[in-house]
């Protein structure tokens, strides 16, 4: 009896980074924790046969625990590999009716999207200049006036609802 070698490699799984891309002055130009974070989008893609760039998702929350750091360094670094065109938000971040969340949905340029034409993806952080960030996308606060879509009373100027009582 042989080894089946197909089980064996379903059971490693990597990532490859390109020197090229390293080398671009967006890639210099991009925070420690957005260059770590890198890889571990490219890691959620399934390859050329299953192409799923364009629909890549990994949460805040999943990154911030694969590096072991805080949720609000993660997410800043999901927005600077945004701002230097490494990746595309192509659907946001929503809340579904039963309160599943899903979180966005990413295309990494580096890579080629399934219906894409070309050999490679569309590389935007090539284009990106020093101080010429692309837009990024980022979530909207989920109830920005308050409970019920009320804002709260703010009491000025001693408007306040108490009332006080007293006895002579």
């Known amino acids: 009896m ?29 925070t420690p924790v957005a260059q770590a ?3 571990w989008l490219k890691l ?14 990994l949460s805040v929350r999943q990154a911030a625990e694969y590096l072991g ?8 670094g999901f927005h600077d590999l945004q701002a230097k065109g490494f990746l595309y938000v192509t659907e946001p971040a929503r809340l579904g009716v039963g309160g599943d969340a899903k ?12 219906h894409g034409g070309t050999n490679g993806g569309r590389k935007l952080y090539k284009e990106w200049r020093d101080g010429a960030d692309f837009p990024v996308h980022k979530a909207t606060s989920h109830n920005p006036q308050g409970s ?7 009491p000025q100027n001693g408007n306040s609802t108490v009332v006080k009582f007293g006895t002579k």
């Not at 490699?9 to 890639?27: D, G, Y």
């Not at 750091?69 to 800043?76: C, E, L, P, Q, S």
Request: net charge positive; hydrophobic share 25%; aromatic share 6%.
């Open 2 to 30: 042989g080894r089946d070698k197909r089980s064996e490699a379903k059971q490693e799984h990597f990532t490859k980074m390109v020197r090229s891309t390293m080398e671009t002055p967006a890639w210099r130009a991009l």
């Open 37 to 39: 974070l890198y890889p």
């Open 44 to 57: 959620e893609w399934r390859g050329p046969q299953n192409n799923n760039n364009g629909k890549i998702r």
């Open 69 to 76: 750091i805080n949720m609000k360094t993660a997410a800043r």
């Open 103 to 114: 979180s966005p949905s990413y295309e990494i340029t580096e890579i080629a999207l399934p």
């Open 148 to 154: 019920n879509g009320k804002t709260k009373p703010c």
